[in-house]
């Protein structure tokens, strides 16, 4: 399992595209892998035939784990010695593999290579120091299991772990079967489906004790009711594993609310002429076939503000103890997703025209929807916005996004009674919040920061003379 981003120590497989069997090619990809920022497809990175997939999808896995292996340049599965040297086998292959190794590179990773800690596995009961000279036929099953990349690069033997295939291990996934604690009866020592069941069964039988009537059919149904991520305790709660995308952003705001000092602050306004002009400019030709709509023009009246208010667009560096401040703008926007939470940003938006802007707001949404957002799209930003209005909320007070100074709550917009020239009308408005880092904006840079985009998106002309 390679590190797809910066600093991740793990990975949910979400699905695979081979199976074994299956021939592959050099950049194919095989795999969709859930990290804790997005989900990546991974290609592999040789030309063979897949051997054996080392775990099924829904398992979260740490980065340098061995995942998959393949055969390549037409060579059997497992190099097993001949059987005069028998005697000699615990030795001969890791002798063979540093032979192997200075002859170029052991592409054995989907995408980079091996970590350099070894990976962690349960040790199959049984299989503990290796056997003595006398007893080596009792050991030559376990090279069977043993793939090429695992010998190549000092991994534990697949053989310290159960032999099942992957259906059966998603299966003891379902059942919450620990495939450790399973009997196998299969041919060569491999776990059945039946084994599976057989070893669920009494697991299963004390979870209806509280309901005399049915024991039997109590565990049947929670696997189904279930998705593959959630364990179900009972008919009255659901319980949830936190990981991946939602794991982060959970680590990410504990560490933000007790790091950064935050201090949020709210301006309510009419934004009447900025609606006028989104409908204004859903017939502009310069804005044809592009998505026009308020977070557009709240978007680019961000970025007029901190043309005219730099010092909002900063970072605290704790290690150097130095402000750092920003010269360009990654304008981050949160966005729900089924996976959580995410903050994609646009690179360089300060330099983005309106149609520019237009276009990678369209694009970013749609990735992000679609799941596809990756790493590089949500590192480096420097301002966001989180848009809570679409969901009929006034105002929020938002925790800052890791590494920035500050962000930007817009409210839902509503009609409502106004004092306009003098009369009480109806009027488009709307309540924005800011939180910012009070290491880094104080009260009078953070006041201002706001009024100008409350004075912009009240007077949207002045996107012309600000700008």
């Not at 593999?97 to 040790?123: H, I, M, N, W």
């Not at 933000?256 to 009419?270: I, K, L």
């Amino acid at each position: 399992m390679p590190d797809v981003g910066e600093g991740l120590t793990e990975a949910e497989i979400l699905k695979w595209y081979v199976q074994p069997g299956d021939t592959v090619t050099d950049g194919q990809v095989v795999i969709e892998v859930e990290t804790a920022k997005a989900a990546v497809e991974l290609p592999i990175p040789f030309d063979g035939t897949v051997h054996e997939l080392l775990f099924p999808e829904g398992t979260t896995v740490d980065v340098g784990q061995v995942i998959i292996s393949v055969n390549v340049g037409g060579e059997a599965a497992p190099a097993a010695p001949a059987a005069p040297v028998a005697e000699a086998a615990p030795a001969a292959a890791p002798a063979a593999a540093e032979d192997d190794e200075p002859k170029g590179r052991q592409p054995v990773l989907v995408g980079y290579g091996v970590a350099a800690s070894s990976t962690k596995r349960r040790p199959r009961k049984g299989a503990g120091s290796p056997a003595p000279a006398q007893t080596a036929p009792a050991a030559a099953p376990a090279p069977v299991a043993v793939s090429v990349p695992e010998q190549l690069n000092g991994h534990a033997p697949v053989a310290d772990r159960p032999l099942a295939k992957p259906p059966v291990r998603k299966l003891a996934k379902d059942l919450g079967v620990d495939l450790a604690t399973v009997t196998p009866t299969g041919p060569d020592g491999i776990i059945t489906r039946e084994d599976v069941h057989a070893a669920a069964a009494p697991v299963a039988a004390p979870a209806p004790a509280p309901v005399a009537p049915a024991p039997a059919p109590a565990p049947v149904p929670a696997p189904a009711a279930v998705p593959v991520a959630a364990v179900a305790s009972d008919a009255r709660e659901t319980r949830v594993p936190i990981k991946g995308v939602r794991k982060a952003t959970a680590a990410a705001m504990v560490g933000s609310a007790f790091t950064a000092p935050h201090v949020t602050e709210f301006v309510t306004f009419d934004i009447t002429r900025t609606m006028k002009l989104v409908e204004e400019l859903k017939s502009d030709k310069d804005m044809a076939g592009l998505r026009v709509n308020p977070l557009l023009l709240i978007a680019k009246a961000v970025l007029v503000a901190v043309k005219r208010n730099p010092e909002i667009n900063a970072a605290w560096d704790e290690a150097a103890q130095e402000i750092v401040l920003k010269h360009y703008v990654n304008l981050g926007i949160a966005a729900a997703t089924p996976r959580g939470l995410i903050v994609p940003n646009i690179k360089d938006a300060h330099a983005q025209t309106l149609p520019e802007l237009s276009k990678s707001l369209s694009e970013l949404v749609a990735t992000a929807r679609e799941g596809k957002t990756t790493p590089a799209a949500m590192q480096g930003g420097t301002f966001t916005i989180t848009n809570v209005g679409v969901f009929g909320v006034d105002t929020g007070t938002p925790i800052l996004n890791p590494g920035e100074s500050a962000i930007l709550a817009v409210g839902a917009i509503k009609l409502q009674p106004w004092v306009h020239k003098g009369k009480v009308k109806p009027r488009q408005v709307t309540t924005l919040a800011l939180s910012f880092d009070h290491r880094l904006v104080d009260g009078e840079l953070g006041s201002k920061f706001l009024a100008d985009i409350a004075a912009v998106l009240e007077q949207p002309k002045r996107l012309i003379t600000w700008a």
